[in-house]
């Protein structure tokens, strides 16, 4: 389905029930953010912020739930979308026999081509005002966490173009304001528009960028999507909404964007001005991304329609809105996946935890020895799942959208020292337990059934139900503050500690000595974590965990003492320090809002027509807190 504009989609929303008007005023800094991050969490409605102190109101969370997601991509279902692509695929690859076969694909020729984006003469809406005088400082551009460096605009379609061949590309990147007329433009080194920077700056050029907001809320999803390079966007956006996107020629650049959208920012990057620090940001891993350096980007012209509508979204400790855009790229994308490069993938997770880029969960079929390892480095070689930091292969029957189901099979089918794999290779720049940046250990776990030729052993004695005596536990080792063996008492063999972390090689010290007593004979993997955080939130101690751990580095095995017995590994979640683990990297802090700015909210929710009041979120990660700001000390 096509959205004529963004407010065509605000109404769709209010007529399914999934859209709260709040006229009370709520300040952009921070405010929106702690009533969003409460509703997030709830997997509330969008939220429609009308009175922000200038001219514009704020859509947000428009895309936070399934609902909403398939709302916004015009399907009931979006694995609806991916069996659409595979038969797509079938049918243009497939074999012709006869001329009545090839006549037959004309019509499906005809509405592939009806899906090209097309540029359209005279003004769109989206011009339908221009600022006189620019001023990004007009709009109500969100400042989301305590230690930002300032105000971000977190939703922004940006159009570039390759200066060689003209070739589009429209990403999303954060974009920090400065002052009316500067921003910074947060690309990072291994994208399309960084790229593209590279070529403008060979060539001595400024390079131009327009940047869109609002419109049909698809061109928001395909901006983020890991498209193959040279694949237009815009022809991604047109297939899912069955209606080609109009484009129309920006005022001040030479640049085209979707007639339709509400704001359009036209500006440049200059190659060769010195960059601007940027940051720090509350990202999307939970964590602050640092500051660091990033192009100046100059606006020239600010375009927009009447009444527009300035769409926003915050990121932080998920579950939040991206972890649905997310969940539409692995369900839109298992298809070409599927076709193009590992036929025996059945499905694909990323769970929430995991933050898109540290966890992924891959079911197969399988057919011979090896095959999850095939698998996995095939992954780790397809666009953006090479920042895929641990992976899992299962096959059999289990449904990977469970993950205790997950847990159980891998706890089954998992001998430590001899199915799981590690090597090195490139990292999300956003991943702070690299030693390196953007450079990193990765993770693979063989969780399939294994065939002969597979196993360490065939005498090896299956797991057995085992107890822990956690206060004789707890009296031999002082600094283990806290166990959680829920999942052990569920037969799965994995139990997550918390600990004091004092001393270099602790975490390994520690670990041997556990593996050896018999309370821990019958257990095949233990989670360190440090001891501030609350272990008996399972999905706190995963996301923690993925997003702490470097696997290669921060693995530590215990090989079977003979082939009658199990294997064991331990792995480090807790914060890497120079005085206790040689990291040299500053290490970033989690996201939290401040004690005031809870209290407001508190004071003025039953003005906001969200019903009950929603305890915040940070009232329990206040308390986990590293000292310093955006930077632990």
């Given at each position: 389905?096509?959205?004529?504009?963004?407010?065509?989609?605000?109404?769709?929303?209010?007529?399914?029930?999934?859209?709260?008007?709040?006229?009370?005023?709520?300040?952009?800094?921070?405010?929106?953010?702690?009533?969003?991050?409460?509703?997030?969490?709830?997997?509330?409605?969008?939220?429609?912020?009308?009175?922000?102190?200038?001219?514009?109101?704020?859509?947000?969370?428009?895309?936070?739930?399934?609902?909403?997601?398939?709302?916004?991509?015009?399907?009931?279902?979006?694995?609806?979308?991916?069996?659409?692509?595979?038969?797509?695929?079938?049918?243009?690859?497939?074999?012709?026999?006869?001329?009545?076969?090839?006549?037959?694909?004309?019509?499906?020729?005809?509405?592939?081509?009806?899906?090209?984006?097309?540029?359209?003469?005279?003004?769109?809406?989206?011009?339908?005002v221009v600022m006189k005088d620019p001023d990004i400082t007009k709009f109500p551009v969100l400042t989301c966490w305590p230690e930002d460096g300032g105000p971000f605009i977190t939703l922004p379609v940006i159009h570039t173009k390759d200066p060689n061949t003209g070739i589009r590309n429209v990403g999303m990147y954060r974009m920090q304001v400065f002052e009316p007329t500067l921003t910074g433009m947060h690309w990072h080194k291994h994208k399309v528009s960084a790229r593209h920077f590279n070529e403008y700056k060979k060539l001595g050029q400024k390079m131009p960028v327009a940047v869109a907001l609002g419109g049909d809320p698809v061109y928001t999803y395909a901006a983020t999507a890991p498209l193959p390079d040279g694949i237009d966007e815009y022809m991604l956006a047109g297939f899912l909404r069955k209606k080609k996107v109009e484009l129309v020629q920006c005022l001040t650049q030479d640049i085209q964007v979707p007639a339709d959208a509400d704001i359009i920012i036209e500006g440049y990057v200059d190659p060769q001005e010195d960059w601007i620090w940027e940051g720090p940001f509350g990202d999307h891993?939970?964590?602050?991304?640092?500051?660091?350096?990033?192009?100046?980007?100059?606006?020239?012209?600010?375009?927009?329609?009447?009444?527009?509508?300035?769409?926003?979204?915050?990121?932080?400790?998920?579950?939040?809105?991206?972890?649905?855009?997310?969940?539409?790229?692995?369900?839109?994308?298992?298809?070409?996946?599927?076709?193009?490069?590992?036929?025996?993938?059945?499905?694909?997770?990323?769970?929430?935890?995991?933050?898109?880029?540290?966890?992924?969960?891959?079911?197969?079929?399988?057919?011979?020895?090896?095959?999850?390892?095939?698998?996995?480095?095939?992954?780790?070689?397809?666009?953006?799942?090479?920042?895929?930091?641990?992976?899992?292969?299962?096959?059999?029957?289990?449904?990977?959208?469970?993950?205790?189901?997950?847990?159980?099979?891998?706890?089954?089918?998992?001998?430590?020292?001899?199915?799981?794999?590690?090597?090195?290779?490139?990292?999300?720049?956003?991943?702070?337990?690299?030693?390196?940046?953007?450079?990193?250990?990765?993770?693979?776990?063989?969780?399939?059934?294994?065939?002969?030729?597979?196993?360490?052993?065939?005498?090896?004695?299956?797991?057995?139900?085992?107890?822990?005596?956690?206060?004789?536990?707890?009296?031999?080792?002082?600094?283990?503050?806290?166990?959680?063996?829920?999942?052990?008492?569920?037969?799965?063999?994995?139990?997550?500690?918390?600990?004091?972390?004092?001393?270099?090689?602790?975490?390994?010290?520690?670990?041997?000595?556990?593996?050896?007593?018999?309370?821990?004979?019958?257990?095949?993997?233990?989670?360190?974590?440090?001891?501030?955080?609350?272990?008996?939130?399972?999905?706190?101690?995963?996301?923690?965990?993925?997003?702490?751990?470097?696997?290669?580095?921060?693995?530590?095995?215990?090989?079977?003492?003979?082939?009658?017995?199990?294997?064991?590994?331990?792995?480090?979640?807790?914060?890497?320090?120079?005085?206790?683990?040689?990291?040299?990297?500053?290490?970033?802090?989690?996201?939290?809002?401040?004690?005031?700015?809870?209290?407001?909210?508190?004071?003025?929710?039953?003005?906001?027509?969200?019903?009950?009041?929603?305890?915040?979120?940070?009232?329990?990660?206040?308390?986990?807190?590293?000292?310093?700001?955006?930077?632990?000390?």
């Amino acid at each position: 389905m096509a959205y004529k504009n963004l407010q065509h989609y605000i109404q769709a929303l209010e007529e399914a029930g999934e859209l709260v008007r709040i006229k009370e005023f709520v300040d952009p800094k921070l405010q929106i953010t702690e009533i969003v991050d409460r509703v997030s969490k709830q997997y509330g409605p969008a939220l429609l912020f009308e009175n922000t102190g200038t001219d514009f109101p704020v859509l947000i969370n428009s895309m936070g739930n399934y609902k909403r997601m398939c709302m916004a991509l015009g399907v009931e279902n979006m694995d609806d979308i991916s069996k659409e692509i595979e038969g797509l695929f079938k049918m243009l690859t497939g074999p012709k026999d006869n001329i009545m076969d090839k006549l037959k694909m004309l019509p499906k020729l005809g509405q592939i081509s009806s899906w090209m984006p097309k540029v359209v003469s005279g003004r769109g809406e989206c011009q339908e005002v221009v600022m006189k005088d620019p001023d990004i400082t007009k709009f109500p551009v969100l400042t989301c966490w305590p230690e930002d460096g300032g105000p971000f605009i977190t939703l922004p379609v940006i159009h570039t173009k390759d200066p060689n061949t003209g070739i589009r590309n429209v990403g999303m990147y954060r974009m920090q304001v400065f002052e009316p007329t500067l921003t910074g433009m947060h690309w990072h080194k291994h994208k399309v528009s960084a790229r593209h920077f590279n070529e403008y700056k060979k060539l001595g050029q400024k390079m131009p960028v327009a940047v869109a907001l609002g419109g049909d809320p698809v061109y928001t999803y395909a901006a983020t999507a890991p498209l193959p390079d040279g694949i237009d966007e815009y022809m991604l956006a047109g297939f899912l909404r069955k209606k080609k996107v109009e484009l129309v020629q920006c005022l001040t650049q030479d640049i085209q964007v979707p007639a339709d959208a509400d704001i359009i920012i036209e500006g440049y990057v200059d190659p060769q001005e010195d960059w601007i620090w940027e940051g720090p940001f509350g990202d999307h891993t939970g964590y602050y991304s640092l500051a660091d350096w990033y192009p100046r980007f100059h606006i020239t012209c600010i375009t927009h329609r009447k009444n527009a509508v300035y769409p926003a979204t915050i990121v932080g400790i998920p579950p939040q809105e991206d972890a649905w855009i997310g969940k539409a790229t692995e369900r839109i994308f298992l298809a070409p996946i599927k076709m193009t490069m590992v036929p025996e993938i059945i499905d694909i997770v990323l769970p929430m935890e995991g933050v898109f880029h540290n966890l992924v969960i891959v079911k197969i079929k399988k057919d011979y020895p090896g095959q999850a390892l095939k698998v996995m480095n095939s992954m780790w070689g397809a666009g953006q799942m090479m920042f895929t930091k641990m992976m899992v292969v299962v096959d059999g029957d289990v449904d990977i959208q469970d993950n205790l189901a997950v847990a159980k099979y891998i706890s089954e089918n998992v001998d430590p020292q001899n199915d799981i794999i590690y090597t090195n290779g490139p990292m999300d720049v956003l991943d702070h337990s690299c030693s390196k940046l953007a450079f990193g250990g990765k993770m693979g776990i063989d969780a399939t059934k294994k065939l002969p030729e597979e196993k360490r052993s065939e005498s090896i004695a299956p797991v057995t139900k085992s107890n822990i005596n956690k206060e004789n536990i707890y009296t031999k080792f002082s600094e283990i503050k806290d166990i959680n063996d829920v999942l052990l008492n569920m037969g799965i063999s994995l139990v997550i500690i918390s600990i004091e972390k004092n001393r270099k090689g602790h975490i390994a010290e520690i670990n041997k000595q556990l593996f050896e007593l018999k309370d821990f004979k019958q257990v095949k993997i233990i989670i360190y974590l440090e001891h501030t955080i609350d272990i008996s939130d399972l999905a706190d101690a995963v996301w923690r965990f993925s997003n702490n751990v470097d696997p290669k580095r921060d693995s530590h095995t215990v090989n079977a003492f003979d082939d009658n017995e199990i294997s064991h590994v331990g792995f480090d979640g807790t914060r890497k320090t120079l005085a206790f683990d040689g990291f040299n990297r500053d290490w970033p802090n989690i996201l939290a809002n401040t004690q005031e700015i809870i209290d407001e909210i508190d004071a003025k929710w039953d003005k906001l027509g969200l019903g009950p009041l929603i305890p915040s979120p940070s009232r329990k990660y206040l308390k986990q807190l590293y000292e310093g700001g955006a930077v632990a000390k």
